[in-house]
């Protein structure tokens, strides 16, 4: 039997933490010492307990860090796969947005309308010289006040132009007669959609020359859906090519105006397709709107009287052209035909009917002085149209 004697501890040592080690060993100690062993048996319970708690209060927190851990990690997990549904989400809509506006441009919505009659020739040809007749009374003060070289400038331009006028005034009754005699009439193409892909592939059977005309619809599909309807209908078919010019920057031949005078049309108009792609034109300054631009060398172009008047009547460019771009494009000559476009050009130009040679004699926009008739115009075959895409 270990008697515990508590005046006989080790150096250091506390009674307590002795007595404590004996019970916790399960060594007997003296029944005097009964009451502090209970004592340090108790205290070991105590400490058993608290060290107890302290592991389980441990292992809580354990357990609530991990759950704050799983928490957060699914909350960003969620939100990751949130941002991920979203970006996928507005993927597809910005792939779909791409595709349908990929689409729609390959497409145009077009639309024609009636032309405007042909004015009584006779009544605006005197209404335009009797105003130049009263503002050439008004200038009699000022022309005064120039010295003789100005003034007889000044009369001479006056003078020409009276005597257009009258050329005009002299030709309007034939004018009328082969507007009544001469015009041919085509239903506008059906209101609607039309391709901007591909091309028309024809055959310009001319007087010099053959030429493959070929309608570029990217640029002008609406004017290419016109000129093909006229095409198929044979409006182009025996007519004339009515006007010429030859100078400096403006080279063309105009033709598509089956009486001949200029004024002819079908009955409808198409809206114009400006042809902002055209390169502006040499001694433009950068950085300016352009107020010219380059017609190559070949291209076909709707002619016009103003804005959304073009008709059936075109001009062939003969040798590159600087001109407004107000003019649609809706095809090319073939480079292999271009010979035929020189030939033509080497006819020269001669004084239009209805008109007079200027005072110096040199005429450079008049009538081919070799006529030049339209024999026929016909569709070869159409070619990269691609078809709608149905919708889903």
């Not at 004339?240 to 030859?246: D, E, F, V, Y």
Request: neutral net charge.
């Amino acid at each position: 039997m270990a008697v515990y004697d508590k005046n006989n501890t080790g150096a250091g040592d506390k009674p307590e933490d002795k007595l404590d080690s004996m019970v916790e060993a399960g060594e007997n100690v003296a029944s005097a010492d009964d009451a502090a062993a209970k004592a340090a048996q108790r205290r070991i319970a105590a400490r058993e307990r608290l060290e107890a708690k302290i592991a389980e209060d441990a292992a809580a927190e354990r357990r609530r860090r991990r759950n704050i851990a799983l928490i957060i990690t699914s909350i960003v997990v969620v939100i990751a796969l949130i941002v991920a549904i979203v970006l996928i989400v507005n993927k597809v809509k910005d792939d779909k947005a791409r595709e349908e506006a990929a689409e729609a441009a390959k497409w145009a919505s077009c639309q024609w309308g009636p032309s405007e009659e042909v004015p009584d020739l006779v009544k605006a040809y005197t209404d335009q010289k009797k105003q130049l007749e009263d503002q050439w009374k008004q200038m009699q003060s000022q022309l005064a006040q120039e010295d003789a070289t100005q003034q007889e400038e000044t009369r001479k331009q006056y003078n020409e132009r009276i005597a257009q006028i009258d050329a005009q005034l002299a030709y309007a009754p034939t004018v009328k007669n082969l507007l009544d005699t001469k015009s041919r009439k085509v239903a506008a193409p059906v209101n609607g959609t039309y391709p901007r892909t591909g091309k028309t592939i024809t055959t310009l059977k001319t007087s010099a020359g053959d030429l493959q005309v070929n309608l570029i619809h990217r640029h002008a599909a609406c004017n290419d859906a016109a000129f093909k309807k006229l095409i198929e209908a044979k409006y182009f078919n025996n007519t004339p090519c009515h006007r010429m010019t030859n100078s400096q920057g403006f080279n063309v031949i105009q033709c598509g105006d089956p009486t001949g005078t200029g004024m002819g049309g079908p009955g409808f108009y198409s809206v114009d397709e400006r042809p902002d792609y055209l390169i502006t034109a040499a001694g433009e300054e950068a950085g300016m709107q352009a107020q010219t631009v380059t017609y190559p060398k070949g291209t076909v172009a709707v002619a016009n009287s103003g804005p959304n008047t073009g008709g059936g009547q075109f001009f062939i460019v003969l040798a590159d052209s600087q001109l407004p771009p107000n003019y649609t494009v809706v095809g090319t000559v073939a480079t292999k035909d271009y010979p035929v476009l020189d030939k033509i050009k080497g006819y020269g130009v001669t004084v239009a009917p209805g008109t007079v040679a200027p005072s110096d004699g040199k005429v450079t926009d008049g009538a081919p002085a070799t006529p030049v008739e339209i024999e026929s115009w016909s569709v070869v075959k159409t070619v990269g149209v691609e078809q709608p895409k149905k919708k889903d």
